[in-house]
């Protein structure tokens, strides 16, 4: 990566971004909030009259299937047609794209006429996108996926095909370059699988690095980001309620020297 961590985060907060979010209500206020808290500037507009002109105005793009309707799948359209032709970053969340076939050709077609940068999910998400898995049960990860042998190799297969950056997430994260290089996270606290929302907080989190940073570089750096003031806030919560409160504040008072410290990114490994 050109940037080090540090100094992604430090360029976040320096330039504050805005960055256009289209997500769900489930997890809205959460993810304006996380953006505010690592240095950013959200707007979650979704009307398909206006997001066009929104999207234009903004330094990325996050947009998220989740509780997915006819005018959230409209507006995302528009909203990705526009950062096309602006030149604005897209990532693009795959929430529930294994239990449901109208997510599922909604994300495939999405990725052939939008080209986001990103594409983000958890690691069964990202399996059933690529079709190496067939279906999951509602949103969560499958447990018995692992980033290991043929998995590593569809996804890192997938990433060429689509000249996009993939981010899975999981107990460990995967970050996988189009050009070969992969990357692992292994930050994180197993009290945030309890916590809704803390998918949609990566994908926004994403975004927010991306307005600053190069694909690869983006991905890496929210989901240690993300881990790290996880973990942080996990020493201190009582359950999933303080966690999410402890969770924005970690994020808000996070230094780039202490990402830099407690990052646990393996070094980039050529796959392929």
């Known amino acids: 990566m050109s940037k080090s961590l540090g100094a992604l985060l430090e360029a976040l907060r320096s330039r504050r971004p805005l960055i256009h979010c289209i997500t769900n209500p489930i997890s809205i206020n959460d993810c304006a909030n996380l953006i505010l808290a690592a240095g950013g500037r959200p707007i979650m507009a ?9 999207t234009a105005t903004a330094a990325a793009l ?5 509780n997915i309707t006819d005018v959230r799948m409209e507006s ?30 909604y994300a495939q077609d999405y990725l052939t006429k939008i080209q986001p940068q990103v594409v983000k999910g958890n690691l069964s998400e990202l ?29 890192q297969a997938f990433s060429r095909r689509q000249g996009a950056v993939l981010l899975a997430s999981g107990t460990v994260d995967g970050v996988f370059a189009p050009h070969g290089r992969y990357w692992e996270i292994r930050n994180g606290h197993p009290m945030m699988g ?3 929302g803390t998918g949609c907080m990566l994908n926004v989190l994403t975004a927010a690095f991306l307005a600053v940073g190069e694909p690869e570089e983006a991905a890496v750096a929210a989901a240690a980001m ?28 996070l230094t780039p020297e202490e990402l830099e410290r407690e990052a646990a990114v393996a070094g980039s490994v050529e796959k392929g």
């Open 46 to 54: 979704e009307h398909p009259k206006e997001v066009a002109e929104i």
């Open 62 to 66: 996050a947009v998220n299937l989740g």
């Open 76 to 105: 995302m359209v528009l909203a990705g047609q526009a950062a096309r032709e602006a030149g604005v970053p897209v990532v693009l969340d795959c929430v529930g794209v294994g239990c449901s076939t109208l997510r599922r050709r």
């Open 127 to 155: 399996l059933c996108l690529c079709g190496a898995r067939q279906h999951t049960s509602g949103v969560d990860a499958d447990g018995s996926d692992r980033l290991e042998g043929e998995n590593l190799s569809a996804l």
């Open 194 to 196: 309890r916590l809704t």
């Open 226 to 253: 993300l881990g790290v003031c996880g973990e942080r806030a996990a020493q201190k919560a009582k359950g999933p309620g303080s966690l999410r409160t402890r969770l924005l504040d970690e994020v808000y008072a």
